[in-house]
């Protein structure tokens, strides 16, 4: 079903694709089958426990989190820690930023920010 949320959806996944590489991806029919797409793509190039802490951490904060205490969270998940540093355990254990920054530019059409 075409609904308004599913067009700014839709236009929001398209206007990143570059005309000569064609279709990235199926567009799907409705807004949950879009969304759930979208979060399988997001654990497929960031990693499914740092997307899943993440939106996890984000969706419980009931005024926001800023991206400081998130990174400090995410240090704290030792799944989330796990698996990045699964080939390698360095002495001090903390998320890499860069990692919760490429994450949250995927996502930072779909975030507020305050001030």
């Known amino acids: ?3 308004p949320l599913w067009i700014k959806i839709i236009a929001q996944m398209v206007s990143s694709w570059r005309s000569f590489d064609g ?3 199926e567009i799907k029919d409705s807004v949950s089958a879009i969304i759930s797409d979208f979060y399988a793509r ?3 190039q960031h990693g499914t426990f740092l997307v899943r802490a993440t939106l996890d951490y984000l969706t419980l904060s009931l005024g926001g989190v800023a991206e ?3 990174h400090h969270l995410l240090s704290l998940a030792d799944d989330v820690l ?3 540093y699964e080939w390698w355990v360095p002495p001090l254990r903390t998320c890499p930023p860069l990692l919760l920054a490429r994450l949250l530019t995927d996502l930072d059409p779909y975030l507020g920010r305050r001030g």
């Open 82 to 84: 796990a698996d990045v």
């Open 68 to 70: 400081g205490e998130l």
């Open 23 to 25: 279709v990235q991806h």
């Open 42 to 44: 997001l654990e497929r």
């Open 1 to 3: 079903e075409i609904t």
